[in-house]
T-cell receptor, first 113, second 114 residues
């Protein structure tokens, strides 16, 4: 069951522009959301997270927005850099537990110089 | 370097065989998670252990089993292998407990079943 969906398998943007990666979820019990970044031949690494009590969390060039009513979150990268080229996974978990963290299929971001 | 070590990095075997994947979590982490990533698929949660005990089970086949040892390393056993079991298997660790937080992933073990 695809409780976390990333409908865009790939995204290409120009260096310096904004990258927007989207994620939708179906389980209204999810209350903690994370983005992971994965380079080839490496495991995913944590990028940024947001709790359901917030609608925005910012960390440098990365901002995650959460729209609970739409069950939608997005990751904005501004400005995009070639080193940001990677696969980005959206993940969600239920209250007070990451025992069953659900991941999306990932979006491959390519940032062109 | 996440601090999570997985071996082997690559494994090629035949259908019907049995393999064991090993994971050493970050120092101090009590929870170990196993995920499977098939081609173009997301990370599918298989199973989680916390301090030696099974804590949660996901979409893990009956042909697969896992355990966490007293030294906190974990092994994922895959038996009666089928072609469809070819995938990247990731181990992740966390401090554990009930507080949400990030997972630290190993580099993965790529299994190819021929």
């Amino acid at each position: 069951d695809q409780q976390v969906k990333q409908n865009s398998p790939s995204l290409s943007v120009q260096e310096g522009r904004i990258s927007i990666l989207n994620c939708d979820y179906t389980n209204s019990m999810f209350d903690y959301f994370l983005w992971y970044k994965k380079y080839p031949a490496e495991g995913p690494t944590f990028l940024i997270s947001i709790s359901s009590i917030k609608d925005k969390n910012e960390d440098g060039r990365f901002t995650v927005f959460l729209n609970k009513s739409a069950k939608h979150l997005s990751l904005h990268i501004v400005p995009s850099q070639p080193g940001d080229s990677a696969v980005y996974f959206c993940a969600a978990s239920v209250p007070a537990s990451i025992n069953d963290m659900r991941f999306g299929a990932g979006t491959r971001l390519t940032v062109k110089p | 370097d996440s601090g999570v070590t997985q071996t082997p990095k690559h494994l090629i075997t035949a259908t019907g065989q049995r393999v064991t994947l090993r994971c050493s979590p970050r120092s101090g982490d009590l929870s170990v998670y196993w995920y499977q990533q098939s081609l173009d698929q997301g990370l599918q949660f298989l199973i989680q252990y916390y301090n030696g005990e099974e804590r949660a089970k996901g979409n893990i086949l009956e042909r697969f089993s896992a355990q966490q040892f007293p030294d906190l390393h974990s092994e994922l056993n895959l038996s009666s292998l089928e072609l469809g079991d070819s995938a990247l298997y990731f181990c992740a660790s966390s401090v554990g407990g009930l507080n949400p937080g990030e997972l630290f992933f190993g580099e993965g073990s790529r299994l190819t079943v021929l």
